[in-house]
C-alpha cells in the first residue's frame, strides 16, 4: 500500500486559461478555494478540483465531486475574494516610478512631434 502524504495547508496558484489567481486552503473536514476572478463555469470548476486532488493539493475523497455536487453543503467551498491578495510596497513604488516616467517621456515625445508638425521644422 502506497504512503499517501498530507496535502498542505495553504497553496497559491495561478491559471492562464482562465486568467485567474487563487488560494486552496485545507481544513479537516472541507476545502476552501478562493479565486479572485468569477471565471470559471461549474464543469470547469469540477475538472479544476479533479486536477488538484490528482495533484496532491487536496484530499483525494475530493477528486470525483460531480458538478451538481459544488453547491452549499459541498465539503468543497468556492468564494471569489481579493482579500488575501497582498502587495509588496516596494514593488509597488517601482511600478509607480516606472510609470510617471512613462508618461513624462510620452508626453514629451508627443509635444516634440507636434512642434515638428505644426511649426514646420522640416520643409
Sequence with gaps: MPIQEMPPERVELSTIEPENFLLVE????YVL???VRDNFSAHRKSCFIRHLAVEGYIPDRFAYLGISSLDEFSPITWVVDRSWIKFDPTTQRKTDRFMIRLIVYSFLLWVGLMLI???GLFP
Design 26 to 29: 485545507n481544513h479537516p473536514h
Design 33 to 35: 478555494i478562493r479565486a
Design 117 to 119: 508638425a505644426f511649426c
